[in-house]
């Protein structure tokens, strides 16, 4: 039944009826700041410098279905997960023994670990993490299978975004569904949406509440005499998706009533200081338009900084370090970003190593580690003689799989009959720095229709990748301060596209319907 109902999904629209959708949506996006800025070959480079134009994120005519045990599932795991990562980095050995295989061969994971070594040697001052994670998945459903199965793509540990726009998108179906019958801009009548609302989104009050509890829990000024504090955001030059953030900022000024700074990253050392006479190393920040009014920084949120593209000088090395050596609570910390890294997914999920699960969730029972655990797609090292090796040398294997690097925000991968060709012709000491993946079965009957940020309207195959947000605050000691699971991201693409990020332009933001 349920086959036959995604069969005929999303309804038809006849042209009219479709002009008058987009055109809505079109203003929707820009009344209510479900927005990016445009892409460079959209508009002329001086409108584009300025910073005046912003256009329709890319988003989906219709919210998507998606099954209502594996979305339950999802959100039940989230803060064990949370849990499972938070053990992850505050256990320095095991996570250094992970590194040493990959330090080697991956400048980026290297010069990380070295910041870290830095840090340490000099002694960290702040015992405080915070975590601001999304947990991604899709719905696996292969061949003979009778219920569909909730298997997990990644996990990410730093600048884990759209929370801010995925809520929007989230109130545009619900206000286009909630539209009386008649109604100009109502959907056409399907059984999916007859009565039905996407589930609610909380992410924006959930990620805000949590750097609002980091705020909170850095207690009072450290500098001498004491400074008012605030929150700071370092994000990327040319930052084209700051309406997502400014979701989360707005929320922590007018909501928390925290002050709130955004900081590139090519700004860091101008504009933040370190005390060298204070012990405590407070993070001194000066607006450029108040410079009579310095902030001590409470809590640094990375925007940026998570692909080595980020770092184009030594002096951003420099900056990551001061950040991570001073007193502000960071999410997340340089070992917290590693944590995140694939190498970490792949060892969690060999059956062949020992049970890490149970060693990182001591106080879980066995029903709810296996419960973790049944979300692990199966995931290889290439090692030689290995089971990896050898299914990503063979055509006929590998089209199964994807080849995965320690790298975040999508085009990095490498897919299936494109593997053995790649490892052939890259250096095999360089092999260890992949993790191949199998591939996961989505349900095939999927479809929707996506108006991009230039205009652009495409209907067809989709596949929906789902994302669960959650916010945990710990201490090195192993105390908990803060866990919450709440919010959600639906991201669809083509079914032909392999890739997956919105920012990198292969995705669109999308909400669901549960069935």
């Not at 940020?453 to 195959?461: A, I, P, T």
């Amino acid at each position: 039944m349920a086959q036959l109902i995604l069969a005929t999904y999303p309804p038809p629209l006849d042209p009219a009826q479709e002009q008058f959708l987009v055109s809505t949506i079109k203003d929707w996006t820009i009344q209510n700041g479900l927005t990016v800025r445009p892409p460079p070959n959209f508009v002329p480079e001086e409108a584009g410098q300025k910073g005046v134009l912003a256009t329709n994120a890319p988003v989906t005519l219709f919210p998507s279905p998606f099954p209502k045990s594996c979305f339950e599932e999802a959100r039940a795991v989230q803060t064990v997960y949370n849990e499972l990562y938070a053990e992850i980095s505050r256990d320095e050995k095991w996570l250094g023994e992970i590194m040493e295989e990959l330090i080697d061969v991956d400048d980026f994971i290297s010069n990380l670990w070295k910041v870290h070594l830095a840090v340490k040697k000099e002694g960290y001052v702040q015992k405080l993490s915070l975590g601001l994670f999304r947990s991604d998945y899709m719905v696996h459903t292969p061949p003979g299978s009778t219920a569909p199965s909730l298997k997990q793509v990644e996990f990410n540990t730093i600048s884990s975004s759209f929370g801010g726009l995925s809520s929007r998108v989230t109130a545009m179906h619900t206000e286009l569904l909630s539209s009386p019958p008649g109604f100009p801009i109502s959907y056409p009548r399907h059984t999916l949406l007859d009565g039905k609302l996407p589930p609610e989104n909380t992410a924006v009050e959930t990620l805000s509440a949590g750097l609002a509890a980091a705020h909170t829990a850095y207690g009072s000024s450290k500098s001498s005499p004491s400074l008012p504090l605030c929150i700071l955001f370092i994000v990327q030059e040319n930052e084209r998706n700051i309406f997502d953030q400014l979701a989360l900022s707005t929320r922590l000024t007018n909501f928390h009533k925290i002050p709130v700074f955004r900081l590139k990253t090519s700004e860091i050392l101008d504009r933040t200081s370190i005390p060298a006479s204070n012990p405590s190393r407070p993070l001194v920040y000066t607006p450029p338009h108040s410079r009579s009014t310095p902030f001590e920084v409470t809590t640094v949120y990375l925007r940026s900084f998570y692909a080595p593209t980020d770092y184009k000088l030594d002096r951003d090395w420099a900056a990551r370090t001061q950040l991570e050596r001073s007193a502000a609570i960071k999410c997340p910390t340089v070992l917290n970003q590693l944590s995140g890294c694939k190498k970490v997914q792949q060892v969690l999920a060999d059956p062949n190593r020992a049970d890490h699960l149970a060693r990182f969730l001591p106080g879980k029972d066995q029903a709810t580690v296996a419960r973790i655990r049944e979300t692990f797609a199966p995931q290889y090292d290439l090692a030689p003689g290995g089971r990896g090796r050898e299914l990503a040398l063979n055509p006929e294997t590998a089209a199964n799989h994807v080849l995965k690097p320690q790298r975040e925000g999508g085009g990095n991968n490498i897919y299936k009959t494109d593997i053995p060709e790649f490892l052939r012709s890259t250096p095999e000491t360089e092999w260890k720095r992949w993790v191949l993946m199998e591939l996961i079965q989505p349900p095939a009957e999927a479809k929707n229709i996506v108006l991009r940020s230039d205009g652009q309207v495409v209907s067809g195959n989709v596949v929906g990748e789902l994302g669960i947000f959650g916010t945990i605050l710990w201490s090195s000691d192993g105390e908990i301060l803060h866990n919450k699971e709440g919010g959600w991201l639906m991201r669809t693409k083509g079914k032909e596209s392999n890739e997956g990020g919105v920012a990198a332009g292969f995705s669109s933001l999308d909400s669901i319907v549960l069935y």
